[in-house]
């Protein structure tokens, strides 16, 4: 068979029976990215990026940082797990800064907690923070920059999330009467570009590929017909948010097998984010833990497999895989044999493989 003429001089599927191969081969034909279908993606990939600069117009913020930027900054960044507070100073060394910053374990009564909860744990802690800074009432005002992460939103689960909407509603029209301002909102892909080129003007995309996948990159107003009215002269800079996990959510040119549609179907977002459902970390572990087939209980739930479950595998020695058991062991309570880690290694070198092609 031709899955297991690749893997041969390594012994991986040595002793597999006859119907299993079979059965691998048909799992690695599902993932497989040739050549050609990739130019196909690349000329599509591209084709949308060129749409979305022609369309849809919105009001846009120009220009990128040069590194000479100074001043003093506050940072409230909302996690999972931590609510971190951070003073940022962008010094007068071209890129140079310098931060001080606490961090605050957030409390597991929140998951069960209203939004009133969390905005008052987050006024407490940066009434602490700034005290330990001796920023004071009356001392001149400094700017804040608010980060909320998608994993705290999964963390807190808030049972009044509407609640969460009518606050900034209000905090909206508080604002207005105090005439504080908003500079910007971005989300943290154009965050990441924006810092880094701080750092070197010449970065010009920024990338998160972590439990999603997202970029941001660097385009000329020339180039964007749809702000042509706007009056903005060509050369001048702007920030282009991707969005790109949701490319080809029409399956166009993106092919899904019956892995993926399983997926795709318990997700939250049932026919959303397409790309990112193959190559994201959240969704990488699936396609292993739905390949077992089988009732073994802990793998019953969905995400249980982190991407880091198949590094580990992909990365453990093949003569023993002891490492891989004891994950199994520990994480799912399940004492496979030899040639069952081997057959999981396979599985997931074979997902991760498409991944990294798409």
């Keep these: 068979m031709a899955i297991a003429a690749a893997v041969s001089s390594n012994d991986l599927l040595k002793g597999v029976p006859e119907n299993v191969l079979r059965e691998l081969q048909k799992i690695k034909s599902m993932f497989t990215i040739n050549r050609e279908t990739l130019r196909t993606v690349t000329d599509k990939f591209v084709a949308e990026l060129e749409n979305g600069l022609s369309s849809h117009e919105s009001e846009i913020a120009t220009g990128r940082p040069t590194g000479q930027e100074q001043g003093t900054f506050i940072t409230i960044g909302l996690g999972g797990t931590n609510l971190r507070v951070c003073r940022v100073e962008l010094t007068e060394e071209l890129g140079g800064y310098e931060i001080t910053q606490r961090k605050f374990k957030l409390p597991v009564q929140l998951r069960q907690g209203t939004v009133n909860d969390l905005w008052a744990l987050v006024a407490d802690k940066l009434e602490e923070f700034l005290e330990s800074q001796h920023i004071t009432k009356g001392m001149e005002a400094l700017p804040l920059a608010f980060t909320v992460g998608r994993r705290a939103l999964i963390f807190l689960a808030l049972r009044d999330m509407t609640s969460l909407l009518s606050w900034s509603l209000s905090l909206h029209r508080e604002y207005s009467a105090r005439e504080d301002r908003g500079v910007a909102l971005v989300n943290d892909t154009t965050g990441t570009l924006m810092a880094t080129a701080y750092k070197d003007p010449q970065v010009s995309i920024g990338s998160i590929f972590g439990t999603g996948c997202n970029a941001a990159y660097i385009e000329d107003c020339g180039s964007i017909p749809k702000i042509a009215s706007y ?86 020695p093949l003569d023993s895989m002891e490492e891989t058991r004891a994950l199994f062991r520990e994480q799912f309570d399940i004492e496979p044999k030899i040639q069952e880690l081997k057959i999981s290694r396979l599985v997931a070198e074979i997902v991760c493989t498409r991944a990294a092609r798409l």
Excluded: W
Excluded at 249 to 254: C, E, W
């Design 231 to 316: 009056g903005i002269p060509a050369g001048k800079e702007i920030a282009i948010n991707t969005e790109y996990g949701a490319f080809d959510n029409s399956h166009s040119v993106l092919s899904r097998n019956m892995f993926d549609e399983a997926i795709d179907s318990t997700s939250p977002r049932p026919g959303q984010q397409t790309y990112e459902k193959m190559v994201a970390a959240l969704y990488l572990g699936e396609p292993v833990r739905l390949f077992a087939g089988c009732d073994l209980s802990r793998l019953d739930c969905i995400h249980s497999m982190e991407s880091s479950f198949l590094s580990a595998m992909e990365g453990d």
